[in-house]
């Protein structure tokens, strides 16, 4: 068909070239209206205009032209050939309905109002709800609102359409009905006949009202109409980030670069969705191709300056914030960055002249000029500097001691920081950030007197304010609490909170010295208040959950850090907190989709979170879901020794003892007198049977505390191969109860049984899987020892045992074994079955089914089964007298006769069964 399709074209192509036997008009508006009927509307396009030109006074070829021009989304196109249509004749009541669609799909609004305005009254009365509709959007496009209303209001519609219904919402968007504009907005896009500009309307007004789901509904309906229409695919696109429907967005985005790579919008909006992303590396790139592509405009300007400055790269954020500097409001971030640009940049006479001459009122464009002014001051330019500080000083939001001493690191590079300061007071007294500054200093240096020097009067100053007096207050009860006078600090801090309630360190002090009452409910006071302006202070939230705790209100700590979490996306710190209390509290799943989005969210993170990370991979996902996760912790902490003892545990737990080596012999190259790696050394050497090499390594160790332990227990392993099984069983059950890992539980129930003590090891195993019950190690070893024993306790373990790994074969074949054993039919059906989903053609598999099915009746399938099985493997003496079985039960003598026949050199415990299965067949 493809080949047939382009043959078609090509010959066209061919005759009119040639000259000779030129196909007529008609033939080629037939052949056109075929390739449009098969969607080659390009081929129908070209076809069409060898049409027009062969005979240009045809009309048809023209409005059958304007219509695949319209359908997508060429709108000027369109309007194009319908008035070279009217020229030619085209009758009025044919052109108006497609060329106002035209006038509007090409964006011409007051041209389409004039139009319709201008139209005989016959034919605006033959399509007055469809004309109307158009008119009123044009307006809405112009910015007309009242315009729009009173023609809506003017010309009510006689008839129920679906023109209609777009023009209600037109007039519920203008007199600001939001609940009936929302309503008939989800009527619209249910409507399956609805005509593509309505999903326009409805897209781009729930846009601007955001309500970006219905947004994204309408303008997906709308692309499948006109999928070529850009505004459209552009707003489509916005509409899926601003809903947070990011992986949707990038796809779509995806997309039009790749059908538009050379498109400004198609660029913007990915580097705009790369920046949401906190890709700035690719938000950067497709910022400047935008620029390049249709010169500087702010928007771009302001991403590339953005993304840059977060990729570190200084130079090219004060490039691209540089010209647009002028057009950013105060407390706009890029505002802040420029000025952040051009501090590190050290441009200090640039600071000058655009912090110099700003009223500002942003505290953090503040603290930036109070940088560039001491900047200024080091650099030797000390009127300007003083200028800056003078500015900044009354504006500075001053939150706690840690900004003093920033204040004197930035003047680390002069030993006689501090006097500089002191100058600073000498000449203006009234300089309090200098004052506070130099107080923070001296009561780092415990020189009290002197602090409270230049602490004396700030209060009352006249260029105080509450910043300054918040400030001076909260030195004066560290000096207090530097004293050790409990209780002038807490007065200073109560007349704190009498001036500023919400005085952050004064409600922290108060809500720890609720808790050390036990009265959570008092704390919980004061950390709502800190929480109400700050919810991502770390301190207040750990006073929050112990006042929860101490409450008994435990069920509230997860929505507490939960909306904290929301709030702070971007604090690693508050997140952590959130993700351990989740798993903390049993939530693992939850917790480990917190950690996976907090690895999508920052370029690096902690070590803590490799900690966490590794502990709930552990627990929830697959062995090799954690050894990835302790390799990725590695690559980012090379020199953190925790990941190395959990690496070489991996390895020795799977007895992968070569790669075991290999991380001891790194892990002692960066800590050669590590006491836990020689330890694990030991412990490896044990593993490989390496008996005297560990004693000499352990004899060399002094340790003690946690180390003793753990000496002791690897000295019970070593114990335990040399067979003192009584010398071994104490020290390890000792660290075993210290850390309860499943290699020590193993271990200490190998132990017991060397002692026939076997009860002992089954009820210590039994604690174990109670107190971990994620270790299905154990459990599975458990349900193994009570096989026999316990068959009924064994079959539950194994089923728990399931939940954790699904697809455990060895625990399935032993499921359906004992459940066949134990008369309970269909779990052996259920749970064999399950075994040949995952591998079909394993005859010890095949087998067991068949058997299963057998003792429960099911006598055809359990013969295909065991059939199966025993041609599978013909020299399986078990699976030929299971098939002969089977065969019996068919009735079916001589093929078990001769299945039974062919079995050679039985095993003597085998013979028997041989024997009266042969009886029954002749019998």
């Known amino acids: 068909m493809k080949y047939s399709k382009i043959f078609t074209s090509l010959t066209f192509a061919g005759l009119l070239l040639s000259g000779c036997s030129k196909p007529s008009t008609e033939e080629l508006l037939s052949e056109a209206k075929q390739q449009l009927s098969e969607g080659n509307d390009n081929q129908a396009v070209i076809i069409l205009k060898n049409a027009i030109v062969e005979d240009g006074r045809q009309l048809e070829p023209r409005l059958l032209l304007a219509k695949i021009y ?19 004749g ?103 006949s609805v005509f593509a500009d309505a999903l326009w309307l409805v897209g781009k007004v729930s846009y601007l009202q955001e309500n970006y789901p219905l947004a994204v509904k309408a303008l997906s309906l709308y692309e499948l109409r006109r999928e070529q229409f ?37 660029n913007l909006l990915a580097a705009t969705l790369a920046f949401q992303r906190k890709d700035y590396a690719k938000s950067f790139q497709f910022a400047t191709n935008t620029i390049q592509i249709s010169g500087n405009n702010a928007q771009s300007q302001l991403l590339a300056g953005l993304s840059a400055y977060f990729t570190g790269d200084m130079e090219a954020a004060f490039y691209y914030l540089d010209p647009i500097e002028s057009f950013l409001t105060e407390g706009h971030v890029a505002k802040r960055v420029y000025l952040a640009t051009l501090v590190k940049l050290k441009k200090n006479d ?7 001459s700003k009223d500002t009122q942003d505290t953090q464009a503040a603290a930036i000029m109070e940088r560039a002014g001491f900047q200024l001051l080091v650099s030797g330019d000390a009127e300007k500097g003083q200028l800056l500080l003078d500015k900044s000083a009354s504006l500075n939001e001053v939150g706690s001691d840690s900004y003093y001493q920033g204040v004197a690191q930035i003047l680390s590079g002069n030993e006689n920081g501090l006097d500089v300061l002191k100058s600073l007071v000498d000449a203006n007294p009234q300089n309090l950030l200098a004052r506070l500054s130099i107080a923070s200093v001296l009561i780092t240096e415990q020189q009290f007197e002197q602090a409270e020097e230049y602490l004396d009067g700030i209060e009352e100053a006249e260029a105080s304010n509450e910043q ?77 959950v112990a006042s929860l705790q101490q409450m008994g209100e435990e069920d509230k700590i997860i929505p507490l850090l939960e909306k904290a979490s929301a709030v702070g996306d971007d604090d690693e710190m508050v997140r952590m907190m959130y993700a351990e209390t989740l798993y903390r509290q049993g939530f693992s799943a939850r917790a480990l989709n917190e950690l996976d989005s907090l690895y999508a969210s920052f370029d690096s993170l902690s070590k803590r979170y490799w900690q966490l990370y590794a502990e709930v991979t552990k627990r929830e996902k697959i062995l090799e879901d954690y050894f990835n996760v302790l390799r990725q912790w590695r690559e980012a902490y090379p020199q953190d020794l925790t990941v190395h003892y959990r690496l070489i545990e991996f390895f020795l737990a799977n007895r992968d003892f070569g790669r075991a080596k290999f991380v001891i012999d790194k892990a002692l190259e960066l800590a050669p007198n590590d006491t836990a790696i020689k330890l694990q050394l030991a412990d490896w050497q044990i ?138 039919h269909d779990k052996a059906i259920e749970y064999a079955g399950k075994l040949i989903e995952l591998d079909n053609s394993n005859p010890k598999y095949l087998n067991l089914s068949g058997m299963t099915l057998l003792h429960s009746d099911q006598t055809r399938l359990a013969i295909k089964r065991l059939q ?28 078990a006769t001769d299945v039974l026949e062919a079995i050679s050199n039985p095993l003597p415990a085998f013979k028997r069964r041989i024997q009266v299965m042969l009886e029954q067949a002749k019998g």
């Open 70 to 88: 319209l359908s997508n989304g060429d709108g000027l196109s369109a309007v194009k050939e319908l008035k070279r249509s009217v020229k030619l």
């Open 230 to 266: 850009l505004p459209a695919s552009f707003l489509h696109a916005k509409a899926l980030m601003q809903a947070g429907e990011v992986e949707e967005a990038q796809q779509k985005v995806d997309a039009l670069i790749a059908a538009y790579p050379d498109e400004p919008v198609s």
């Open 468 to 544: 300054t007096i918040q400030v001076a207050l909260q030195l004066r009860a560290k000096i207090a609490k530097t004293r050790n006078l409990p209780e002038q600090m807490a007065a200073i801090y109560k007349a704190i909170l009498e001036q500023y309630p919400a005085n952050e360190e004064a409600n922290l002090f108060f809500a720890y010295e609720a808790l050390k009452q036990n009265d959570g409910k008092a704390a919980m006071v004061f950390v709502e208040t800190v929480l109400a302006d700050n919810p991502t202070n770390i301190q207040a939230l750990l006073y929050g």
């Open 350 to 356: 640039k600071a000058f002249k655009v912090l110099g």
């Open 868 to 895: 199966q099985a025993y041609e599978g493997s013909n020299k399986n003496i078990i699976y030929a007298m299971d098939y002969a079985e089977g065969l019996l039960a068919t009735g079916d003598k001589q093929s």
């Open 90 to 192: 085209a009758k009025e009541a044919i052109v108006a309905g497609p060329m106002v669609e035209a006038l509007f799909t090409a964006q011409a609004f007051q041209s389409l109002v004039d139009y319709v305005d201008e139209l005989l009254p016959a034919t605006r009365e033959s399509q007055l709800d469809k004309f109307r509709f158009y008119q009123a959007f044009s307006y809405l496009e112009l910015g007309k609102l009242e315009a729009a209303r009173r023609l809506i209001e003017r010309a009510p519609s006689a008839v129920d359409s679906e023109y209609t219904l777009a023009t209600d919402y037109i007039l519920a968007l203008v007199t600001d009905d939001r609940n009936t504009l929302n309503k008939i907005g989800e009527r619209i896009i249910n409507v399956e």
């Open 687 to 824: 593993e490989t049977r390496q008996i005297e090499e560990a004693r000499l390594t352990l004899a060399g160790m002094k340790v003690d505390g946690v180390f003793a332990t753990a000496k002791q227990g690897i000295e019970g392993k070593l114990d335990y191969f040399a067979g003192r099984y009584e010398v071994a069983l104490p020290k390890v059950a000792r660290f075993y109860a210290d850390q309860p890992t499943t290699q020590y539980a193993t271990l200490l129930r190998a132990l017991y049984f060397k002692l026939d003590r076997k009860d002992d090891a089954r009820a210590m195993l039994s604690q174990h899987v109670q107190n971990h019950p994620y270790d299905n190690v154990i459990r599975i070893l458990l349900a193994n020892d009570l096989y026999k024993v316990d068959p009924q306790r064994a079959i539950k373990l194994y089923e728990d045992s399931l939940s954790y790994s699904e697809d455990n074969e060895v625990v399935l074949f032993s499921l359906s074994r004992l459940a066949m054993e134990q008369e309970q």
